[in-house]
Every structure is written in C-alpha cells, then in structure tokens.
C-alpha cells in the first residue's frame, strides 16, 4: 500500500487544518519537555492497537506521545516538512517517501540513538541508505527502522470450502495452482476473491500480483533491476509477469466477473471467502488480511489457512518472498523521539503491539511461537526464513507508482492494451531523475 507526494488545493487546506489542530512542533517553537509527537496512517483498530504502545512506552519513560493518524499520510507529512513543522516521528508506509527525504536532508540518521544501534535483535529491523543526490560519495546510514511487516507472497483460502471442493493439498507448483482455479470455475464457482478498490490508491493489489509474479518467475536479480529503473517495463521478463496474471485470471467465469473486481475492495473481495453460497474460493493478499477474515461475524480464525506462491517454470524461486514494511523515522533529533525510535524496535513493544492486536500484528523480530495460533505462527516464522524482497511499488518513485496502480485497472478492464500499457510506463520511468530511484536488494531474512 503506497502515499502519495503532491498536495492539491483542496488537500493542502485539509493538511494545514490537521497540522494546527494537533500541534505539531515548528523548529522554531520552544520544545515541550518529555513530548513526542507521532504521525502515522494508522486509524481505527490499528490505531487503537498503535495507541496500546505508544501508552507502554509512556510508562516506561514518563514522555507522552502525541498521536495524529490520517489515511493519506504522505501529504500531511510532506506539507508539515514544507512548512517547518515535521513531527518527531513519522510512521511511513513507503520506501521511496523515505528515500525522497533523506535526498532532502528532511530525516535524521540514527546511528547514534542509543538501545537502538546497539541491540543485536533489531539489526534485520534498520533500514540503510545513502542520499541519492547525483554523486557516489554519500555514506550509507541507519535512516529508519521497519516496525511492522507483512508478508505479501501467499494466497488464502477457507480449508472448509476447499476440502468440500476436493481440494484438501495446497498447490506446490503454478501449474497446480492454474489447475486448481479452473477445477473451481468447471465446478462452478468463483476462482480468485478479486478486488482492486482501495481509494485513494485503488490499484495496489494488482500491483502486488504482477510483482510477486515477476520475482517467482523471472528470479531475484531481474526483480531489483525493475525496481531500480533498470530493467524496462516492456522487457520480456516484466511483460510476461503481466500476461501470466491475465492468464490466471481468464479462470475467471466471465469479463463482467472480473471487472467486477474494479469497484470491489480488497477487504470486500476477501469476505467472499467464507461466502458459501458463492464468494471466492483464493485470495492473494498480504498477512494483514487476516484482521479483516477474523472480523464478526466471519470470525475465521479456525478455517482460514494459507499457502506461499509457488515457483513459476522452472525457476528456483521457492525461497523468495516479498513483504512490505510500516518504517518508523526520526525527522526531528530530539531526546523524546531517540527514545521512542528505540523502543518501537525493542521486543517489549513487540510483545504489546501482539497482545493488543489479538496476535494479528507481525514483525521481522517476533518468534513464531509467540503466536496464539497455527496460522500466525506460521506467518511470522516465514518472516524469519528464505529471502525477503521489497514490494516492487514501495521502492518506485511515486509518478512510476502511481502510473502501475492505475495501468492494473486498465489491463483488468481491457488486456488487449497491455503493450500500450508497457511503452506509457516505459516512457514516464525515463522522464524520472536517477536520484529518485531506490537500490535496496533483497536479503536474507535472518540478517
């Protein structure tokens, strides 16, 4: 799930009314003493959960920690560093926000914060780089550290409704899992829970298809050159990543079926699994899916289960997972914010964000069996295994983002524009200065 930079009139008015109704600290202004302020895009239950940790880490410390959450967090935040009036920390859902802001010098490093940099457990939690300004000789630094993660690489599904289709093993190759969607559709149902709706960035799980596709097809080193500008969007590897998710979805029963999946949520779509007069019978969504499948009434904590995507071809691709990170950074170096910074890594925020969250919230730090369930457990140790990779659309410059999201919708609608589709990316990437591209590699998951 991706921000967006670039504020409009209407949202700049919005920004400014939020920013003075929470107070949010200029550089200028005298600082409060044991204050922290937060911004971040959590809201409702997740903010609630958030506010459970913010409420220990005030325990411990004596500082209190303002909280301000909006959904479009990217603009509330870029308005506040242009008016000089950032918060101390931000929560930021995207990768290349943070890399605009170090380019920017609008973002403290952390080498220094102390019970962060010298905690063994949080090193596969940092996050490095260097300024991306035109020259080589930027030193790479500790910049943010990833707080939540989610694991992107896995399908859903009802164990109840699948073994009452017959379909008791979970697909260990892509070609079972083809053969598995039209086993559903020849019997009548609906293969894939389809839904790309997601204002105001509707698109991102189509996004998430055609990158998870992409890195178990074609490799680990053809996914980080796409991600880094490199590798062109109409290249073979990238085209086929888009064909063979139109392929898979051609499962679906009819044309208005999967359009269908234009107007619906991805939350939405994934309530159709548990539907057993209809619905869906897979879902390909990130681990925070499971907040909304153990919702009342679906309640399905004992019937939901998963399986990783499965190499494409014949590729050895089985080890390879793409996640996506909530990365908290540190944009004014106060005392209160180092403090904070530390404690958001430490397992003891760890453990209250997993009891707050009903076992719901998973990290790169947490032991599997800290969990309350199977399934969970099982998330949380395929963090701490195999090779993790970035989301795709995390690491692009935000116009090369916005530009995927919305180009999903389109192939969804009419596939026969895809090589339109592929020269228009094509054409804005070359439009976007190298300083903004990212290089983050994949890696290990236990460094």
Known sequence: ?????????????????????????????????????????????????????????????????EYQGHRDVSQVLQAGIERQRPPDVAILPRLNDLQRYVNEDAVRQLDGVAGLIDDPAAGRQLIRLAARTGSDDAPTRVYAVAIATHLKSVFWYDRARAAAAGLRQPPRTWDELVDRARTVRDGGGMPWCLGLSSPPVSGWPGTDW?????????????????????????????????????????????????????????????????????????DHQASFAVREYRKPPRSAGDRVDFFPTPPIGSADTGGLQEVSDDIAAMLRDTGPARKLMAFLASESAQQVWRRASGGL???????????????????????????????????????VATAFERATLVYLHQPERLDELLKELDGLAGTVSRTDWMDLRCHPAAE
């Open 1 to 65: 799930m991706t921000g967006r930079s670039g504020v409009s009139r209407v949202a700049l008015a919005l920004v400014v009314a939020l920013l003075a109704g929470v107070g949010l600290i200029g550089c200028g202004a005298a600082e409060p003493v044991g204050r922290v302020t937060v911004l971040g895009s959590w809201t409702g239950d997740e903010e609630t959960t958030f506010r459970a940790v913010l409420a220990r880490f005030e325990d411990e410390t004596g500082i209190r920690a």
């Open 210 to 282: 055609i990158e998870d596709i992409l890195l178990h097809r074609s490799g680990q080193r053809a996914y980080e050159s796409w991600t880094r500008g490199e590798l062109a969007w109409s290249s073979p590897q990238v085209r086929d990543a888009w064909r063979t998710w139109g392929q898979l979805l051609s499962a679906t029963p009819s044309p208005e079926a999967r359009r269908a999946g234009l107007f619906s949520t991805w939350a939405e779509a994934g309530a159709g699994l548990f539907d057993a007069r209809g619905g869906c019978h897979l």
């Open 361 to 399: 919230f998973f990290s790169r730090r947490g032991p599997a069996d800290s969990y309350p369930d199977q399934v969970t457990g099982r998330v949380a140790a395929r963090l701490g295994t195999g090779t993790l990779c970035w989301d795709g659309s995390d690491l692009l410059p935000a116009p």
